[in-house]
């Protein structure tokens, strides 16, 4: 039997805010097998990092559940989370969220140190190369080009060879031969290591070079053939 690497079933997501409450997500069901590709597509504000921000435990559902290889995520307590999240999962945010204190190659580094790999710098460096960052290790954040930055917030990401990695506009800040260079990575990845990827994208390219799409709309999802995407 193949196992689902993530099984999300019935998920609610709403927020309190002056005018009342606002029901961000509503009643997400799917399943995701290993190895799978999809993409998440949707016009913006309809709940896409809403709903990735759950899918990696870094934000509550209302209600509903996600099991990460079988356990339920939020059976857990922060700790354990973090803890499931280290060991299976990689996550490229929107806004990036790298570490300003620290430089391009440390940023790198540290989810290898935090796990104790003996080789952090020199993992670290061959990935910033394979983004074409080679140039810029010593760099801090605040010193790098948004692409750039993406592109130390992914090297970070690939770096733990994670079961799922989540990308949230994994190009967006990308021109178009960088995009390219890194949705290559992203598609060596889920070949040579069997990572399943899920990401979020406005650019429909790279939605149809995955194996399976799922459309927000207002908060639902659906499942949808390449046919239904805009060419
Ligand atoms: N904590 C919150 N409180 C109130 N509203 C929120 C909160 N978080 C998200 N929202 C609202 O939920 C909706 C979905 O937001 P989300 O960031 O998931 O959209 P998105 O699909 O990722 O959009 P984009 O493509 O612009 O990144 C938006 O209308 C946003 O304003
Ligand atoms: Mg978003």
Redesign the pocket.
């Known amino acids: 039997m193949v196992q689902n690497i993530l099984e999300v079933d019935h998920v609610n ?1 709403s ?3 002056a005018s009342g409450v ?1 029901t ?2 509503h009643d997400i069901n799917f399943q995701l097998q290993a190895r799978e590709s999809v993409a998440i597509v ?12 759950i899918l990696a435990g870094l ?1 509550t559902p209302t209600t509903g559940t996600v099991k990460l290889r079988g356990q339920d995520m939020f059976a857990l307590d922060e700790d354990g989370r973090a803890a499931l999240r280290g060991a299976h999962l990689g996550f490229v945010f ?1 806004s990036f969220q790298l570490l300003g204190h620290l430089t391009a190659l440390e940023n790198v580094m540290l989810p290898l140190e935090l796990r104790g790999e003996r080789d952090a710098r020199g993992l670290a460096r061959q990935m910033l190369e394979r983004v074409g960052l080679g140039q810029r290790l010593a760099h801090y954040p605040r010193v790098l080009s948004g692409g750039e930055q993406q592109r130390v917030a992914l090297a970070r990401a690939f770096v733990q060879q994670p079961d799922l990695l989540l990308a ?2 994994p190009t967006g800040s990308l021109d178009f031969a960088t995009g390219e260079q890194v949705m290559k990575l992203m598609f060596d990845l889920n070949r040579e290591l069997g990572t399943t990827l899920v990401m ?1 994208t ?1 650019d429909q390219n790279i939605a149809r070079q995955c194996d399976r799409q799922l459309k ?1 709309a207002a ?1 639902h999802l659906q499942d949808v053939t390449l046919a239904d995407l805009p060419a």
């Open positions: 997501k927020v309190q805010d606002l961000i997500l949707g016009a913006s504000g309809s709940g896409k990092s809403t709903l990735l921000s934000d929107q949230d506009e979020v406005h927000i908060g």
